[in-house]
């Protein structure tokens, strides 16, 4: 099928409770380990690239701000 094993393409809440404050696109492809893409901080609004080990929970540090991204599971509970 893709060339992806993982893909994620979600909006970020900030502190405040603002839904879209951020963003995550992100994905790894078939036998890397590798989580490339890009993001938005939802904290402090730096975009920067993500270049990282992939490991779940995948969590990301804004490169300016230092905010912690988490990206829970997107299945099961929506508001
Ligand atoms: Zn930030």
């Known amino acids: ?20 404050a951020g963003r ?18 939802p904290e402090c609004g730096n975009e920067g690239k993500i270049n990282q080990v992939f490991k779940k929970p995948i969590n990301l540090k804004c490169e ?6 988490r990206m829970p599971k997107l299945k099961g509970k929506r508001k």
């Open 24 to 41: 995550v696109k992100a994905f790894v492809r078939n036998g890397s380990d590798t989580l490339e893409g890009e993001y938005k901080c």
């Open 64 to 69: 300016k701000c230092n905010f912690l991204m």
């Open 1 to 20: 099928m893709g060339m992806f094993r993982y893909v994620t393409n979600r909006t970020l809440s900030n502190k405040a409770g603002k839904e879209d």
